[in-house]
């Protein structure tokens, strides 16, 4: 990884940990969850989009 990489949480996060972050990387976008930020996936921009909308409309609930 960069260390030129700005990570970004969610301003709706708790302040110490327990959060999924994010960061722009030339591939698309690098997100980590903050208490293994060693572990590092990406995803391409619509893709993302795509997950966050089946988030928001309960499409991944089991």
Same mark, same amino acid.
């Given at each position: 990884m960069s260390? @030129?990489?700005?990570?970004?949480?969610s301003?709706? @996060?708790? @302040?110490?940990? @327990?959060c999924v972050e994010i960061a722009r990387c030339e591939a698309g976008i690098n997100i980590r969850e903050s208490d293994t930020p060693e572990v590092v996936i990406w995803a391409t921009r619509s893709r993302l989009g795509a997950l966050i909308t089946d988030i928001k409309v309960g499409g991944l609930v089991a």
């Amino acid at each position: 990884m960069s260390a @030129s990489i700005t990570w970004q949480k969610s301003s709706f @996060s708790e @302040s110490e940990g @327990s959060c999924v972050e994010i960061a722009r990387c030339e591939a698309g976008i690098n997100i980590r969850e903050s208490d293994t930020p060693e572990v590092v996936i990406w995803a391409t921009r619509s893709r993302l989009g795509a997950l966050i909308t089946d988030i928001k409309v309960g499409g991944l609930v089991a």
